[in-house]
């Protein structure tokens, strides 16, 4: 059976930083687009990273431009997210997905595969 298994959350500081791992099980990540989204408590899910296969490109949200970096290991196996310069506005539960959709959408219901989920706590 498909699927994703996420690790690497935590509490930090801010100024910190965390790398959350998404490892898949069944498939490699071959052609496919790995989505990053949060939600946090009251707020709607948003996408936060996205990273294609296709084309090696990766894309943020403004809001993490220049702290978040997306990457893939050379398996295609397991897709990382390392966040650095944290800021308590980034508490949220964060998801990986992936879906062979062609290329990075921050609609989170056109990937196929979703992760279980990993608490991301930053302290002011």
Known sequence: EAQLVESGGGLVQAGGSLRLSCAASGFVFENYAIGWFRQAPGKEREGVACQWDGNGMSY????VKGRFTASMNDAKTTVY??????????TAVYYCTAGRIGGCTWA?????YWGQGT??????
């Open 60 to 63: 943020y949200t403004d809001s």
């Open 108 to 112: 989170w219901s056109e990937y196929d």
């Open 81 to 90: 997210l390392q966040m650095n310069s944290l800021k308590p506005e980034d």
């Open 119 to 124: 608490q991301v706590n930053v302290s002011s």
